[in-house]
């Protein structure tokens, strides 16, 4: 399994990056990581176990008939996805794209859409959900299935990280935690492909490649279309240089208090370890 990325990643992406809020890097992870996470992630599903979120579909005569599947922190207690954050080439990614010399770990995210799910990704942007603030965030999605916009492939708006935009948060299942009602609800962008003013971007994905993007770029999926092939992303989010630590409410809850304050650098090298370092010259 590789541990730095398959190939050197090239100016030209750290720019889409920069400008577009989001780049699709081809080919970073090796198929030993894929198929190894991608047993991992169909297991952890099926365990059970974790904070699970889900949504099931069911058809006009009530049998179910489509699972959007969720989970996050699995890297606490699996090593197969404790290995994917500190041994892929991740982390490495992370720092080229956002120019840094030292990555911490935020959390990962699994995403499973079975076929014939019905269920949408409502558009979102990240950082409302999040309490940090700051500029070097990153999530690194890599999938392990194929993925095209038919079978719920990530869409972006490019340039919507420069908005300066927080929407509601909105999960899959509409848990009220998450909805701050001082904050403007997320516009349906499926309903505007036709707005000259906004760009869309998707890609159709095969397992080792991984889309990267800034906590406040615009995205959303639909459902599953495929009647055969399941969807399967793992996100994980990595934290930079000028991040801050900002616990507004309805943001994500961690098991305990990081040791820093509001408005510190979250330097709690348990809750939020380095992961990875530049190497220095002698």
Not at 45 to 61: A, I, L, N, P, Y
């Amino acid at each position: 399994m590789n541990r730095h990325p398959a190939r050197s990643i090239t100016d030209d992406e750290i720019k889409a990056y920069e400008e577009d809020g989001v780049v699709c890097l081809r080919g970073m992870f090796d198929s030993e990581w894929s198929e190894r996470m991608y047993a991992a992630s169909v297991a952890f599903m099926e365990s059970g176990e974790g904070r699970v979120r889900e949504v099931f579909d069911e058809d006009s005569d009530g049998s179910t008939n489509g699972r959007f599947y969720g989970n996050v922190f699995m890297c606490g207690s699996d090593e197969n996805f404790r290995a994917f954050r500190d041994e892929s080439p991740a982390p490495e990614i992370a720092a080229t794209l956002m120019g840094v010399d030292k990555i911490r770990f935020w959390y990962d995210q699994l995403f499973i859409k079975e076929p014939k799910t019905k269920a949408i990704t409502f558009w979102h942007n990240d950082l409302p959900f999040w309490p940090f603030q700051g500029e070097h965030l990153i999530s690194i999605w890599a999938a392990f299935t194929p993925a095209t916009k038919e079978t719920s492939g990530v869409e972006y708006i490019a340039g919507s990280h420069k908005w300066n935009k927080f929407y509601q948060a909105r999960t899959p299942d509409d848990d009220p935690a998450f909805i701050d009602p001082s904050l403007e609800p997320c516009p349906n962008f499926s309903e505007q492909y036709d707005n000259p003013d906004l760009r869309f971007l998707s890609w159709d994905m095969e397992p080792g490649d991984c889309l990267c993007h800034h906590p406040m770029v615009v995205h959303g999926a639909g459902g599953n279309k495929s009647a055969t092939q399941r969807r399967v992303g793992l996100s994980v989010r990595y934290l930079g240089e000028d991040v801050r630590w900002d616990p507004r409410p309805h943001t994500v809850q961690l098991p305990v208090e990081p040791v820093c304050a509001p408005g510190e650098y979250p330097a709690d090298d348990t809750l939020f370890p380095v992961i990875w370092q530049r190497e220095q010259a002698a």
